[in-house]
């Protein structure tokens, strides 16, 4: 048995901690034989190897009694780089809960627990339900609604450095005043507008004007303003920072693929660029 879950992209520019999309980055996870102990096979450095393994955990915190088993896990997501590894390990282990202790989750019922796990919902969504999903938490209930697929290529821009999430939450401000929430609100309200409409051309322009988060990250990660700017001559529809970053991801026509890449390459930019697609599906067994 096999489960195949998918990277997720999450922000999108204004959807803050409310917006993902699911992408064709996958963790592989094997099950194998019931041994006495949790034992995790893997070539992701060191990451455990036994129950504390983010993935058997969360496994654990919601089936505590799940018989241990032999894992082989695979995994080309790259670890604390904006695309929500930690999600997709998480989603992983409720899978592996779900399925091993006979639990029938329907799928609002992962996307609590992940987002429990997770602390924000906005990665574990699309991964659990693919493609494009835009979601929130009201009155201690996540709800979840997808939105059309984008018809664009997703080019990762990934720098060699690890950003990590908690380091690019703490240069966030602790509070925002009235007027500037309104107006954040606003773009960002807007933007899922367009994305529903399938107007992608103010979806993008909307995309890029985030008042919540970009301008206080983008000292961390310079490469973004470079992209963004590189993309406005050469065939990107929006340029925005992937989750917590590091990774820059830009929505590219498919036939300019390859003339952004040589800009993004000609700009100075040397780090791994990857051609990815949104994943229209979510996590699922083989
Ligand atoms: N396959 C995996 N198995 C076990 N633990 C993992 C796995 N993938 C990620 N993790 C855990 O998640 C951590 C990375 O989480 P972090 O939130 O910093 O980054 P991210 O999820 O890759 O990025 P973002 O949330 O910004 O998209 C790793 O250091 C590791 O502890
Ligand atoms: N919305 C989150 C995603 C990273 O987990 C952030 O930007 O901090």
Redesign the pocket.
């Known amino acids: 048995m096999q489960i195949k879950v998918p ?4 922000n999108l520019g204004p959807g803050f901690d409310s917006i993902g999309v699911a992408i064709s980055l996958y ?1 592989t996870i094997d099950v194998l034989e019931e041994t006495d102990h949790w034992v ?1 096979d ?1 070539d ?1 450095g060191d ?2 190897r036994d129950e504390k ?3 058997v955990a969360s496994a654990l915190k919601i089936k505590p009694d799940l018989a241990p088993r032999h894992l082989r ?1 695979e ?1 080309d ?13 998480i989603v ?1 282990g409720i899978e592996l809960a779900d399925k091993l202790g006979g639990m029938h989750l329907a799928p609002h019922e992962k996307i609590e627990l992940a987002s429990q796990l ?1 602390g924000h919902p906005d ?1 574990v969504a699309p991964t659990i339900l693919g493609s494009l999903v835009v979601v929130c938490k009201v009155n201690g209930h996540f709800t979840a609604v997808k939105a059309p697929v984008p018809p664009f290529a997703m080019i990762a821009y990934i720098p060699a450095y ?5 380091d ?1 939450r703490a240069v966030l401000p602790k509070e925002l005043s009235f007027k500037d929430a309104v107006q954040a609100s606003a773009v960002a309200n807007t933007a899922v507008a367009a994305l529903f409409a399938q107007d992608y051309e103010k979806a993008g322009e909307l995309m890029e004007a985030d008042l919540f988060h970009e301008r206080y990250r983008s000292k961390l990660v310079p490469e973004l303003e470079i992209i963004r700017n590189v993309g406005h001559s050469h065939g990107a529809v929006a340029t925005y920072l ?4 590091p ?1 820059v991801m830009s929505l590219v026509d498919p036939q300019h693929i390859s003339d952004f890449i040589d800009a993004v390459r000609e700009a100075g930019l040397k780090d791994e660029i990857r051609r990815l697609e949104v994943a229209p599906r979510g996590a699922y067994w083989l």
């Open positions: 990277a997720s992209s999450a963790l995790v893997h992701l990451l455990p393994n983010m993935i896990v995994s997501i790259p670890l604390a780089h904006g695309l929500g590894s930690s999600s997709s390990a992983g997770e990665n690890n950003l990590k999430t908690s690019a992937s989750g917590a970053g990774t």
